[in-house]
Each structure stands twice: as structure tokens, then as C-alpha cells.
């Protein structure tokens, strides 16, 4: 298992252009979650897949954004008509809410950056 | 929602000795809280967690204290060591939910 995979690592992009992101999580992972961190800044939640179902989605998630995990395996996360205020790192999660703790442990993969000029 | 508060946002030490971080949290209902390191152009990655059943959990140069009462938590960091250089996100979270609120983070930079 090679961890939390993330495509692109980097993107730069012109305002108005429309990006997607790509996340594979780990395989017997069964939750999914997209992240935003801006500089100086931790991590801020987006939204949570349970397999292929959204479950959650906050409010920083507007209409120009969308997530899809339609096999309940790998995720995107598609930017639409994009502003320089999109500009971030985009991290993805995955987790199994069976582990022996009990708790819901995130592992996070290194992110795709995001550059709108 | 849950309000993750860290101090200080910047912490030099020396090699060797030690590091504490300090976080507040708002929400009486958050029973989980881990620590997150993150490197330079990666993910945060998970260093230690408490659930709030316990009041100390360590493993080896790391522990993690929780004061449940005064609502909040901190992360001790013992001999440390240059690639302990990083900057470390606190978090809380309560079973059931899945939202995890993190800190802003804290630089910590550990002079040879």
C-alpha cells in the first residue's frame, strides 16, 4: 500500500479555467475526505465521501466546486470557473472507522497545489 | 462548530531540549484530539492522539496531555531533534462526527 495518493502536485491556472484534482485513498479505506489549507493555515474541512455517498459537505464547498467518488474508490474534486481566492493545497484523506482505538484516524496524502493567476 | 486555538505560532529551541505546545478547544462535546506534523511539501501526518477517557498518552520522545476541565491539550516534545522541525496542527474532533477542526498550526524549529 503506498498511501494516500494525490494528482496533480501542482497546478497553476489562469482565473476562469476550470481544474480537477484526483485522490486515490488507500485501498480498504472506506472514508474520504477533501481538505483546504491556505498559507499559515491549517487544514479546513470540504467534504467526506462513506464509499460513494457524500455525506458532509461544508460550507466553504460553493457551488463552483464539486466531488465525486463514484466507485467508492478514487475521488475528484473539480473547480470550476476558478478565482484567485481558490488558490490553496487541496489535501485528501482517507480513513477506516475500525480501527482498534476506535477513533476515526486520518491519513493524508501531500496535496495538490493550487495556483490561480 | 468546534474553534481549535495553538500558541505560540513560532517556537525555537535548542537541540536537545524540550517543546511544548499548547491548544484550546471550544466544544464541551470533542473527545478526540490528535497532533499532526507536517513537512515541507507534504501531507500532515499523524504523530499521537488522546481520547478524553485518558489524561496522558506518550510514546517515546512524544506525549500528549489533556486537560478536560480548562479545555485544552498540549504536546510535549522531549530531546528534540533537528528533523523534529516542522509545523504542528493540533485537532478535535467528537466520535460520530467527521469533520476534524485543526489549529493554525505552530512552527517549530529545533537549532543544532
Known amino acids: 500500500d503506498t498511501g494516500v495518493s494525490q494528482d496533480p502536485r501542482h497546478k497553476i491556472t489562469k482565473r476562469g479555467q476550470n481544474v480537477t484534482f484526483r485522490c486515490d485513498p488507500i485501498s480498504e479505506h472506506n472514508r474520504l475526505y477533501w481538505y483546504r489549507q491556505t498559507l499559515g493555515q491549517g487544514p479546513e474541512f470540504l467534504t467526506y465521501?462513506?464509499?460513494?455517498?457524500?455525506?458532509?459537505k461544508s460550507r466553504l464547498l460553493s457551488d463552483r466546486f464539486s466531488a465525486e467518488r463514484p466507485k467508492g474508490s478514487f475521488s475528484t474534486l473539480e473547480i470550476q470557473r476558478t478565482e484567485q481566492g481558490d488558490s490553496a493545497m487541496y489535501l485528501c484523506a482517507s480513513s477506516f472507522p475500525g480501527q482498534a482505538s476506535g477513533a476515526n484516524v486520518l491519513t493524508f496524502g501531500a496535496g495538490s497545489r493550487l495556483t490561480v493567476l | 462548530g468546534e474553534n481549535v486555538e495553538q500558541h505560540p505560532s513560532t517556537l525555537s529551541v535548542q537541540e536537545g531540549d524540550s517543546a511544548v505546545i499548547k491548544c484550546t478547544y471550544s466544544d464541551s462535546a470533542s473527545n478526540y484530539f490528535p497532533w499532526y506534523k507536517q513537512e515541507l511539501g507534504k501531507g500532515p501526518q499523524l504523530i499521537i492522539d488522546?481520547?478524553?477517557?485518558?489524561g496522558e498518552k506518550k510514546d517515546q520522545r512524544i506525549a500528549v496531555t489533556l486537560n478536560k476541565t480548562a479545555k485544552h491539550f498540549s504536546l510535549h516534545i522531549t530531546e528534540t531533534q533537528p528533523e523534529d522541525s516542522a509545523v504542528y496542527f493540533c485537532?478535535?474532533?467528537?466520535?460520530?462526527?467527521?469533520?476534524?477542526?485543526f489549529g493554525k498550526g505552530n512552527q517549530v524549529v529545533v537549532i543544532p
Open positions: 465521501f462513506q464509499n460513494e455517498a457524500q455525506l458532509e
Open positions: 488522546i481520547r478524553s477517557n485518558v
Open positions: 485537532a478535535a474532533s467528537y466520535y460520530g462526527n467527521n469533520r476534524l477542526a
